[in-house]
């Protein structure tokens, strides 16, 4: 049989000794795909939770970075020191369950054309799901968990954090190119993670439903030709209607101004980007 490629797990964390502990057991104790290699990027962690890893799965590797850069970066970095030939960018507040990782490989090495693919994700109240192996085509992927195939990563290039930081949209954007070059992305209906949310990047909602609308909006300007932007219309109509109910409408309006105020830098960028 010929010899399985080695899957690089990098894990995001800054502060919160437990949720990075309840992630690592799970990957533990369902992850049973060789070959593997876990890294853990610090991102100015000022707790004393690395330490604590270090202690409880010295099989993981750590990467510490002195202060806090863009998740984007940070992503960039680790992916830079991986050894795999598949590099899945892991969320430190996710849970998984057994065979999750083998179903991601099989999808990422269905076709060629595959450049990344991600598993289903649920909160972290609901119930498990059987589902039959199912690949769904994507415009984009959950940067909660995504594996990628380092071919298409290198073609494409790594993440942008210089017009993503300090989070959010990376992925959507990642995506897009990833699209625009030809590739495909999938979600694993067979693979299920569970995701805390909105731990890595800290809770601070106002301002991270203002930032993520910002760049998710921003990521589709500078990437999505004509149709795919027409097909995002029925979502962000929802994504409004559900604000006018959640109170938010003030900081979602401020998503569309922050992106109207500077329409001059995004379309040069989208000409650089789609000609």
Known sequence: MPEKAMVSILIQHKNGEKV?????????????????????????????????????????????????????????????????????????????????????????????????????????????????????????????????????WERVGGFDGENFKPAYGEENDWCYRARNAGFKLLEVRSSQVWHLGSYTAEKIVKQRYLLENTHRLKAMLYNLKLPDLIRFVPGLTLIFLNSLRQGSTFFLLQSYWENLKNIKTIFAERKHRLG
């Open 20 to 152: 990075l502990e309840a992630c690592l057991r799970s990957l533990k104790e369902n992850t049973s795909y060789k070959p593997l290699e876990v890294i853990l990027l610090d991102n100015g962690s000022t707790d004393k939770s690395i330490e604590g890893v270090l202690e409880k799965f010295p099989w993981v590797k750590v990467i510490k970075n002195k202060k806090f850069v863009s998740l984007a970066d940070g992503v960039n970095v680790g992916f830079g020191k991986a050894k795999g030939a598949y590099l899945m960018w892991l969320n430190n507040d996710t849970l998984m369950e057994k065979g999750w990782l083998e179903e991601l490989v099989t999808a990422l090495e269905s076709k060629k054309e595959v450049a990344a693919v991600s598993p289903v994700i649920l909160p972290m109240d609901a119930e498990p799901k059987k589902e039959a192996r199912t690949y769904v085509e994507k415009i984009s992927l959950i940067g909660a968990c995504i594996l990628i195939n380092r071919r298409a």
